[in-house]
């Protein structure tokens, strides 16, 4: 499996051996990444990494059947390896798991994923954040080409999804290999960054307060793919 590998830094050497399915260890692990973190990050807790080694029981899949662990040599990574039965309330996307028990004000997402659909305008995977229940989150999605329904920061808020981006590329260069994804939430500000390969300069951006506070998840609109390598940053909710 291909490492991600930073723009000014190669992190190859870090790559599974520190990761122990999701660990609950915050000083340890913030220890080890304090230097990985650009300024102003520090401050958020590591709440959550997984490399799948342990398997997948901390993640809760919408359709269990369409999702699998891989284990290869030493590797291994969560695969949304068929379509979903899952059927959503609204015009939302039906195929995606969420971290459990965990709910986030602030926080930094990081996974690396690959997509395994074929070449299409749509062709996608997708980061879930902000979620309250089946018809209300946020969604970014990764399309191949930008238009009304892909490569956009997406609200869901009781009604068909809606695109709510203010900044975003023409659309989402996915090869065979692994891309590393980041999304940033400020939820002071309402600010939502996303990264694709590179973490200096965001590929989509908005501001949006429809929900400051949610859980987080993997998935894609209606595609496959391959999952890895997850780390949450952030601040719990500790509203009731």
């Known amino acids: 499996m291909k490492p991600y590998i930073h723009p000014t830094k190669n992190f190859t050497q870090f790559k599974k051996p520190i990761v122990l399915g999701v660990l609950i260890f915050p000083c340890i692990a913030l220890v080890i990444f304090s230097g ?26 919408k359709d269990p059947s369409a999702w699998k662990v891989v284990k290869q040599d030493s590797e291994s990574f969560f695969s949304m390896f068929k379509d979903s039965n899952y059927k959503p309330e609204v015009r939302s996307p039906v195929n ?63 009604e068909p999804r809606v695109s709510i981006a203010e900044k975003r590329t023409d659309g989402t260069n996915w090869s065979k290999d692994w891309h590393h ?3 940033k939430r400020d ?37 496959t793919g391959d999952f890895d390598n997850f780390q949450l940053r952030g601040v719990l909710n500790k509203s009731k």
């Not at 300024?39 to 901390?58: H, I, P, Q, W, Y």
């Not at 949006?208 to 949610?214: A, P, R």
Request: with cysteine.
């Open 36 to 61: 990985f973190l650009q300024a102003g990050e520090k401050n958020l807790t590591v709440l959550a990494k997984e490399d799948f080694t342990k398997g997948s029981d901390n993640w809760e899949p």
């Open 96 to 158: 995606f798991a969420l971290l459990k028990d965990i709910s986030v004000t602030d926080f930094i997402l990081d996974v690396d994923m690959r997509s395994t659909q074929e070449v299409y305008g749509h062709q996608d995977l997708c980061l879930f954040f902000g979620y309250q229940d089946a018809s209300h989150f946020y969604y970014v999605h990764l399309g191949r080409e930008a238009d009304a329904h892909a490569n956009s920061i997406f609200l869901v808020h009781g």
């Open 181 to 183: 994804v980041r999304v």
């Open 187 to 223: 939820t002071v500000k309402g600010t939502i960054e996303v990264f694709f390969d590179n973490m200096k300069k965001p590929v989509m951006t908005t501001t949006d307060k429809h929900f400051l506070h949610g859980r987080v998840g993997i998935g894609s609109f209606d595609d």
